[in-house]
């Protein structure tokens, strides 16, 4: 077997070896297992079936650790065939894109949405897509949010058979989907946006709301947070949003008896 696989899983021999691997940095180091998988943005949970062996180590995940602990885990030959996976290249999983043909989106973006409680508002924060060397993919990641607790990052997919550009959300097991149309000649994009709404104690809801991305250039000084009709932003950014529907951008259905 090939010391990785074609879905990324490394062989069975060499993930016994990064495993001991890392058992030795954790004793030496004396730090914890949630540490490192914290150090290295992975769950705790698929830290723990590789060292159990219970799951193959995949090239995704002993990169990060292998940055996470500041060591080469992996013999010379597959860290050769790491970098050559690592090529520019997205996964198939993403739509096989090439970072130098994604370029043109990579950047900072105004982020615009209705306010989850239904009274006008727009909610407003900053989007930026760059390229991870990591993950071999674009990524994106939120800032300037009102409600940072809910702060967003995640991987870009852009598969050729649609053209739409998604923005996808996988945090243990839970996942955040926004649906972005292709860009205009100005670069924004317009589309919809699925995720949970936060109501009263725990509860959360499964909602979807209008999504616009702007390129922030053409924002020079913009505001964030969420603003009422009060706000001198408010009339260009509520039309803003509310072109998606208007102009055809995304289409939100409602059940209605024949």
Known sequence: ???ASSNGDL?????????????????RRRISRQRLADDARISLSTLEKAL???????????????????RVLRRPDEA????????GVAPESLGSYSRDAARWLEGDYLTLRP?????GAVFAYRTEVFWDETAGALAFREAAREDAAYTQKGLVSMPMQSGLIYL??????????AILDRPTIHGEMYGLLTTLHAGPGAQLTPASVALALLPLARWPDPAYGKLGEDHPSYGAYRAQVDKIAG?????????TRP
């Open 80 to 87: 050769a065939a790491g970098v050559a996976q690592r090529s």
């Open 1 to 3: 077997m090939d010391a």
């Open 115 to 119: 306010s989850f409680d239904g009274g």
């Open 168 to 177: 996808v959300t996988s945090e243990r097991g839970q996942f955040r989907l």
């Open 52 to 70: 159990a062996g219970r799951r193959p180590f995949t090239l995704a995940t002993t990169i990060r650790l292998e940055q996470a602990l500041g």
């Open 247 to 255: 102009q055809g951008f995304a289409k939100f259905l409602t059940a």
């Open 11 to 27: 062989s069975a021999a060499a993930s016994r070896a990064i495993a001991a691997a890392v058992r030795e940095e954790l004793a």
